[in-house]
């Protein structure tokens, strides 16, 4: 009988490397309207890699989270939430999506009412 060689394994190391990719909304922000006390909704779909750092502005200020602003991530969604909306809540919102390989921004306005609704929209009278 011949002798066989002995095999041996080695482990093969794969490295993948990724091309960053610059932010791209796949969903952007839609104007809301709301009622003075309510909560609204601003919302977006975001792509890119690495996965983009996102930054919220009301009229060109950045905010921060609090107890009056939330923000939300649901992979792949992004939103802020906006509790007990007040009149000076209304203006300009824009969400700026940026990682190493560039930034996008998309806006929305957000309306608060402060009169009572319409009748027409009143759905239990």
């Not at 977006?44 to 602003?69: M, Q, R």
């Amino acid at each position: 009988p011949r002798n066989l060689p002995q095999m041996v394994h080695f482990c093969d190391l794969f490295i993948f490397f990724k091309c960053a990719v610059r932010p791209k909304f796949e969903t952007i922000m839609e104007d809301v309207d709301v009622h003075v006390g309510e909560t609204s909704r601003l919302a977006v779909v975001v792509e890119g890699n690495p996965d983009p750092d996102i930054l919220w502005y009301k009229d060109d200020v950045l905010l921060s989270e609090s107890s009056h602003f939330t923000f939300v991530y649901d992979d792949p969604e992004y939103s802020l939430v906006i509790l007990a909306a007040q009149p000076e809540d209304s203006g300009v919102y824009t969400c700026t999506a940026q990682n190493l390989a560039g930034s996008c921004s998309c806006k929305a306005e957000l309306t608060v009412h402060t009169g009572l609704l319409p009748e027409s929209s009143c759905q239990d009278c």
